[in-house]
Nanobody, 117 residues
């Protein structure tokens, strides 16, 4: 069973930066994509970015040019560098495979990101 552990969140002012890290047990990066998801207060969880098994990346429009997703297959980690943070980026950030089809690993606890005005 895959286990996912997110870290790196915190409280920052608008315009600041954070780097999130996701540690995954097992071989979750083998042959599949990985994504970062977030859930803002009172909203559904949404995809933020994903990286394919071949290293191609995708970002939702609201974070393009500000966030960068990367992976280290040897360490079984996937990171999210977040720059120029905005209050709308506030939420709990989670990692998991992408797309969320077939068998989905259990969600981790996530890491809280709070961006003040």
């Amino acid at each position: 069973q895959v286990q996912l552990v997110e870290s790196g969140g915190g409280l920052v002012q608008a315009g600041g930066s954070l780097r999130l890290s996701c540690a995954a047990s097992g071989s979750i990066f083998s042959g599949q994509g990985m994504g970062w998801y977030r859930q803002a207060p009172g909203k559904q969880r949404e995809l933020v970015a994903f990286i394919t098994s071949g290293g191609n990346t995708y970002y939702i429009n609201s974070v393009k040019g500000r966030f960068t997703i990367s992976r280290d297959k040897a360490k079984n980690t996937v990171d999210l560098q977040m720059n120029s943070l905005k209050p709308d980026d506030t939420g709990v950030y989670y990692c998991n495979k992408y797309p969320l089809i077939r068998t989905i690993p259990p969600w981790g606890q996530g890491t809280q990101v709070t961006v003040s005005s």
